[in-house]
């Protein structure tokens, strides 16, 4: 992915994790409760994770990045530890494996 990357002009230089992203899931759809557009969250976990090279599994990261588009970063944190959100997480994987959707940006 690094090589097709920079062929396209975008390097990777600093991409180090491979990330679960059902938190990442989450937090979108929580920041899109609150006002938060799908492509600023978007936008700002991709940038973490390619351009920053942070662990977007982290909830202590996810919480940074929650804050830097005006969202409480303890609400977010506080959501996050607990397992609202992932069973509708779930069901649009689901939904997106029936119609053999495997990458992202896919969901929410």
């Not at 396209?8 to 994790?17: D, Y």
């Not at 939904?95 to 959707?101: F, G, M, P, S, Y």
């Amino acid at each position: 992915m690094k090589e097709r990357g920079r062929a396209l002009g975008a390097p990777f230089e600093t991409w180090k994790w491979w990330p679960a992203t059902m938190q990442c899931h989450r937090l979108i759809a929580f920041a899109e409760e609150r006002g938060v557009s799908r492509v600023d969250s978007n936008t700002a976990l991709f940038k973490a994770l390619y351009e920053e090279g942070k662990n977007v599994s982290s909830h202590q990261v996810l919480g940074d990045i929650a804050q830097s588009f005006g969202l409480d970063k303890e609400q977010a944190m506080a959501f996050l530890a607990s397992s609202e959100g992932e069973r509708q997480v779930k069901l649009k994987r689901a939904r997106a494996a029936v119609l053999a959707i495997g990458s992202i940006p896919t969901l929410p």
